[in-house]
C-alpha cells in the first residue's frame, strides 16, 4: 500500500462510507457528522443503489438502515457480506453485522450514528450544506465498474467493455426487486447467464431456478408442461404433473424462447402474470404461487406484436425492466478475457492450454455470427486440434478469416 493512500484505497486519508436508507433526512444528519469526521459520503435510497455505490466506490464502511424499500435488510447484508467482505456492515442503531471486519474508525462511525440519532427532525439538504460548507457526493445516476476478467460482482459476466458494465449495473438494480425482466439479444449472447445473475442477485437466490425452452417443447404439450396436468386430462396423461411454474414457486422461472410461445398460450400467461394464480389442465381448481418471471428471446417481440403473432399486452408485461445482451462483435475487446475464461474452464478436465497471440488476433478480428457460444466451441475444437502441444496456434483456429 502507497504511503498517500489509507485502507481503501483513498488519497490523503480519506475514507469512503455509504450510507443506505430510505429515510432522507436520516441520511442528511449522517452525512453533515461523517463529513465532519473526514469521511467521504455516498448516499444510497435503497439495496440496488447501495450496491452500486459499493462496486464504484468500494468503500471502508456501509451504514444501512434496518428496512430498505428494495431488498429484505438480513437478505442485503448477506449479499454485502458475500461481496464486500473487506467492508465494516453496521446498522443505523449501532450494531454490527455479526462475522464482518471491524473499520480502524469503527468508533467515528458509532459516534456519528448516536449523533444523528440525538439530532432527530427534518433537516434540508440546502440549509445543512450553506450551514457547513459541505462537498457531498451525489447519489449516483450512472455507474461504471472495472477489474479482472469479469464484471464486478457478478463473475458470470466476462468482460471489462463499457456494454458490459452496464449490463451489469442493470443486473444490480432490477436484481432485488420483484419486476418482470424481459432479456434480449442475438443467439448465443448469453442469455441465460444473464438470467441467472438476476437469479443469484435477488432474494429468491436460495429457492429454484427453473428453465423452460419454449421452442423445445412440441405446441401440444407446452402448456401442460407450464402449468401441469391431471392423471386423464389428455391421451397418455397417466398420472398428475406438476408444471414449471407450480415448480418455481418461491423462485424464478426462466422462460427462453419466449417468441415461440403459441398465441393461445400466450393468452393464459399474461393472466398468470397479471395475478399469479394458475389452473392444471384438465383441473377446476385454482391455486396461487409466487413465482418471479424472467424471459428471454432473440426475436424483437415489438415488431411481431405490430405483426400480430405475438400479443402486445403480453410484451409490455414482460418488457417491464428490458436488458440487452450485446453480441460478441459489439465488444470485441472482451475476447481476451473470454479466451482465458474458456481455457481455464476446459483445464478443469485436462492440461491446461495457453494461446498463441496470432491465434488471439484472428478471433478478435472474426465478426462471431455465433456469438460468445461460438468462440467457446472454436477454442473446445482448437485445443482438440492442437493435441499434444500445450499452445493453441492459428493453424488450430478454424474460423472464416474475412469478416
Known amino acids: 500500500m502507497n504511503a498517500g493512500t489509507n485502507a481503501s484505497g483513498a488519497p490523503g486519508g480519506v475514507r ?67 461481496m464486500f467482505p473487506a467492508v465494516d456492515l453496521l446498522r443505523v442503531d449501532g450494531a454490527a453485522e455479526p462475522g464482518g471486519v471491524r473499520s480502524p474508525r469503527r468508533n467515528e462511525l458509532l459516534h456519528a450514528l448516536r449523533e444523528a440519532r440525538d439530532t432527530g427532525g427534518v433537516v434540508e439538504r440546502v440549509e445543512l450544506e450553506e450551514a457547513h460548507g459541505l462537498t457531498v457526493v451525489p447519489p449516483i445516476r450512472e455507474t461504471r465498474v472495472s477489474g479482472g476478467g469479469a464484471t464486478a460482482g457478478l463473475p458470470e459476466l466476462v468482460g471489462e467493455s463499457m456494454v458490459m458494465q452496464d ?60 402449468f401441469g396436468h391431471t392423471r386423464g386430462a389428455f391421451t397418455g396423461a397417466v398420472q398428475s404433473r ?75 408485461r414482460l418488457a417491464v425492466f428490458p436488458l440487452t445482451v450485446p453480441a460478441l462483435r459489439e465488444r470485441a475487446e472482451d475476447i481476451p478475457a473470454l479466451v482465458e475464461f474458456f481455457l481455464d474452464a476446459m483445464g478443469k478436465d485436462a492440461p491446461r492450454k495457453r494461446i498463441s497471440a496470432r491465434a488471439i488476433e484472428m478471433l478478435v478480428e472474426y465478426a462471431w455470427p455465433g456469438n460468445v457460444r461460438e468462440l467457446m466451441h472454436v477454442l473446445e475444437r482448437g485445443a482438440i486440434l492442437a493435441g499434444d502441444r500445450q499452445v493453441i496456434d492459428e493453424a488450430d483456429i478454424r474460423i472464416r478469416r474475412r469478416r
Not at 469512503?16 to 469526521?37: I, Q, Y
Not at 404461487?289 to 403473432?309: C, F, P, S
Open 16 to 82: 469512503t462510507v455509504v450510507v443506505a436508507s430510505a429515510d432522507s433526512s436520516l441520511r442528511a444528519r449522517l452525512r453533515v457528522s461523517l463529513t465532519g469526521l473526514r469521511w467521504q459520503v455516498r448516499e444510497a435510497n435503497g439495496g440496488a443503489e447501495a450496491m452500486a455505490q459499493m462496486d464504484m466506490a468500494r468503500p471502508e464502511a456501509l451504514l444501512m438502515d434496518t428496512w430498505l424499500p428494495d431488498l429484505e435488510a438480513g437478505e442485503f447484508a448477506g449479499l454485502v457480506r458475500s
Open 167 to 226: 449490463l451489469g449495473m442493470m443486473i444490480r438494480l432490477v436484481a432485488p426487486r420483484t419486476a418482470t425482466v424481459l432479456i434480449e439479444g442475438e443467439t448465443g449472447t448469453g442469455k441465460e447467464v444473464v438470467a441467472k445473475a438476476v437469479h443469484r442477485m435477488s432474494a429468491r437466490a436460495l429457492k429454484s431456478f427453473t428453465v423452460l425452452n419454449c421452442a423445445a417443447i412440441p405446441e401440444s404439450l407446452l402448456e401442460a408442461e407450464l
Open 242 to 316: 406438476t408444471g414449471r411454474i407450480e415448480a418455481a414457486h418461491g423462485g424464478t422461472l426462466f422462460l427462453d424462447e419466449i417468441g415461440e410461445m403459441p398465441l393461445g398460450l400466450q393468452a393464459k400467461m399474461l393472466r398468470f402474470l397479471e395475478c399469479g394464480e394458475l389452473q392444471r389442465v384438465g383441473d377446476n381448481e385454482v391455486m396461487r404461487v409466487d413465482v418471479r418471471v424472467i424471459a428471454a428471446t432473440h426475436q424483437m417481440l415489438e415488431k411481431r406484436a405490430d405483426e400480430g403473432t405475438f400479443r402486445l399486452d403480453l410484451y409490455h
